[in-house]
């Protein structure tokens, strides 16, 4: 019978590893699998971890179940892309920090890329009837990927008989407290995250849902990272090592700060996008659909760096291409620096693509921090109630979060636009059944995201086309 290090070794990309030596994944293995990563993580962020899991956990056996929950968890708890950040703490966990900025670079580069291509392509030829016809034709099927989210989220998060009630109480709260009240969301945040470390101590039976994420399948067999395997030395905390990754996270931050303000002033438009996206990444919990509506009121209500419309087809671009789907603040920086020139209007692309780029780096910067900064004090936290409680709670509150910006989707669509682009009252049945029938296929049918889009794209060019929408 094999041993658990022959196992190992026998895992993919781990063959011919001698016996004697430390079984390690091979740094330009763990490359090649970043970079492939990169382009075929679609899904959202529940894909994107599906895809992780099934390769890291279930085929690869480069980290145990347990262990990959676990940096999930902690993932899911800090503001930003919950699966840039896994990809970002597992790379850093086999090879250090340069492992973790390899991993979590890759999971955001191609994205950004191929983004600024198609932003391009939207600002220049975005008015072609058939380019609108299949803009058209997505925006419902982004209103049913929300509606998806809230349902995928939700009955993960709020099916725990001993915790449902209190649970769907903080659900029902944010979502009128966002939605009707508007409330920021970080003191949604802040007040879930209390409830659930009282929950902790005082009731912890109500507490024990793990984020909403299950325990998933056991059995896979041993792991290079397996649950007994004790931490790397190089990922146990140290005083030093958190000094470090702070001072060169400040530094990342203040010199492209001081240089887009002395070069442009405070009160430009790339130095707002840096402060903006700089204060979203901090201050928003929840993954991509729990931003939007802060990047929304900031992006399009204060700064009107693009329109309403315009976020929403922003999305759907975010929702065809790889990588985080925050990266849709990539398209949001492209159209804001096209608007604003802010290298004036004979370097309109480079000015927008520069935007681009800017909001990209201020956007994820903090993540890579949280993760070579925290990582270490969420090693020895395996299993502490106190740790995973106000995740719970933080995570129900997220499902209103996420309900309320499905309901402002669904009401976008359902209201036909004039020729200006003002609302007018008439109902888009067409939408509204585009919409519906791609829920069904997301939730019903468990039709891949793709190609629920391309469909509705084609539906949305045939009814353009036919004169039927």
Request: hydrophobic fraction near 55%.
């Given at each position: 019978?094999?041993?658990?290090?022959?196992?190992?070794?026998?895992?993919?990309?781990?063959?011919?590893?001698?016996?004697?030596?430390?079984?390690?994944?091979?740094?330009?293995?763990?490359?090649?699998?970043?970079?492939?990563?990169?382009?075929?993580?679609?899904?959202?962020?529940?894909?994107?971890?599906?895809?992780?899991?099934?390769?890291?956990?279930?085929?690869?056996?480069?980290?145990?179940?347990?262990?990959?929950?676990?940096?999930?968890?902690?993932?899911?708890?800090?503001?930003?892309?919950?699966?840039?950040?896994?990809?970002?703490?597992?790379?850093?966990?086999?090879?250090?920090?340069?492992?973790?900025?390899?991993?979590?670079?890759?999971?955001?580069?191609?994205?950004?890329?191929?983004?600024?291509?198609?932003?391009?392509?939207?600002?220049?030829?975005?008015?072609?009837?058939?380019?609108?016809?299949?803009l058209y034709g997505i925006k419902p099927?982004?209103?049913?990927?929300?509606?998806?989210?809230?349902?995928?989220?939700?009955?993960?998060?709020?099916?725990?008989?001993?915790?449902?009630?209190?649970?769907?109480?903080?659900?029902?709260?944010?979502?009128?407290?966002?939605?009707?009240?508007?409330?920021?969301?970080?003191?949604?945040?802040?007040?879930?995250?209390?409830?659930?470390?009282?929950?902790?101590?005082?009731?912890?039976?109500?507490?024990?849902?793990?984020?909403?994420?299950?325990?998933?399948?056991?059995?896979?067999?041993?792991?290079?990272?397996?649950?007994?395997?004790?931490?790397?030395?190089?990922?146990?905390?140290?005083?030093?090592?958190?000094?470090?990754?702070?001072?060169?996270?400040?530094?990342?931050?203040?010199?492209?700060?001081?240089?887009?303000?002395?070069?442009?002033?405070?009160?430009?438009?790339?130095?707002?996008?840096?402060?903006?996206?700089?204060?979203?990444?901090?201050?928003?919990?929840?993954?991509?659909?729990?931003?939007?509506?802060?990047?929304?009121?900031?992006?399009?209500?204060?700064?009107?760096?693009?329109?309403?419309?315009?976020?929403?087809?922003?999305?759907?671009?975010?929702?065809?291409?790889?990588?985080?789907?925050?990266?849709?603040?990539?398209?949001?920086?492209?159209?804001?620096?096209?608007?604003?020139?802010?290298?004036?209007?004979?370097?309109?692309?480079?000015?927008?693509?520069?935007?681009?780029?800017?909001?990209?780096?201020?956007?994820?910067?903090?993540?890579f921090i949280f993760i070579l900064a925290?990582?270490?004090?969420?090693?020895?936290?395996?299993?502490?109630?106190?740790?995973?409680?106000?995740?719970?709670?933080?995570?129900?509150?997220?499902?209103?979060?996420?309900?309320?910006?499905?309901?402002?989707?669904?009401?976008?669509?359902?209201?036909?636009?004039?020729?200006?682009?003002?609302?007018?009252?008439?109902?888009?049945?067409?939408?509204?059944?585009?919409?519906?029938?791609?829920?069904?296929?997301?939730?019903?049918?468990?039709?891949?995201?793709?190609?629920?889009?391309?469909?509705?794209?084609?539906?949305?060019?045939?009814?353009?086309?036919?004169?039927?929408?």
């Amino acid at each position: 019978m094999s041993t658990p290090v022959q196992d190992a070794q026998n895992a993919p990309g781990l063959q011919n590893v001698p016996t004697s030596a430390p079984v390690t994944v091979p740094f330009m293995e763990a490359l090649k699998f970043w970079l492939r990563l990169g382009f075929i993580s679609f899904g959202g962020p529940a894909g994107q971890i599906a895809i992780m899991h099934r390769e890291l956990v279930e085929q690869k056996r480069w980290i145990s179940e347990q262990r990959f929950l676990h940096a999930l968890n902690y993932c899911m708890l800090l503001p930003g892309p919950e699966a840039q950040q896994l990809a970002t703490y597992i790379g850093w966990l086999m090879h250090r920090s340069l492992g973790g900025v390899v991993a979590g670079a890759l999971f955001v580069l191609p994205s950004l890329f191929i983004l600024i291509g198609l932003s391009w392509v939207y600002v220049s030829f975005g008015g072609v009837p058939w380019v609108a016809g299949l803009l058209y034709g997505i925006k419902p099927a982004v209103a049913a990927l929300v509606v998806q989210a809230v349902h995928r989220v939700g009955s993960k998060t709020l099916k725990n008989p001993a915790s449902a009630p209190i649970l769907w109480m903080i659900a029902a709260s944010s979502f009128v407290a966002i939605y009707f009240l508007n409330v920021p969301f970080p003191i949604i945040v802040f007040i879930a995250a209390a409830i659930g470390w009282l929950g902790s101590r005082y009731a912890p039976k109500q507490f024990l849902v793990g984020g909403g994420h299950g325990a998933g399948k056991a059995g896979y067999g041993p792991a290079l990272i397996d649950d007994n395997t004790p931490t790397p030395s190089h990922a146990l905390f140290s005083r030093s090592h958190l000094v470090k990754v702070l001072v060169v996270g400040a530094a990342l931050w203040l010199v492209p700060m001081a240089v887009l303000v002395a070069s442009q002033g405070w009160g430009s438009a790339l130095a707002q996008m840096g402060w903006f996206f700089t204060k979203a990444a901090l201050l928003t919990f929840g993954g991509a659909y729990a931003v939007l509506p802060y990047v929304y009121q900031g992006a399009v209500e204060q700064f009107a760096w693009l329109t309403g419309p315009q976020m929403i087809d922003g999305l759907a671009l975010g929702e065809t291409t790889p990588g985080p789907l925050i990266m849709v603040v990539a398209f949001v920086g492209y159209l804001g620096g096209w608007a604003k020139q802010v290298l004036g209007p004979d370097s309109l692309f480079l000015g927008a693509s520069l935007a681009a780029t800017v909001v990209t780096w201020f956007t994820f910067l903090p993540s890579f921090i949280f993760i070579l900064a925290g990582g270490p004090l969420v090693e020895s936290t395996h299993g502490k109630l106190q740790f995973t409680a106000p995740l719970t709670a933080i995570t129900a509150a997220v499902v209103g979060v996420i309900a309320s910006l499905a309901l402002f989707f669904i009401a976008h669509i359902a209201s036909k636009t004039g020729g200006n682009g003002s609302f007018v009252s008439q109902i888009d049945w067409a939408a509204l059944l585009l919409a519906l029938a791609a829920g069904v296929a997301l939730i019903r049918f468990k039709v891949g995201v793709i190609p629920v889009i391309a469909a509705c794209a084609v539906a949305g060019l045939l009814l353009r086309l036919g004169g039927l929408a």
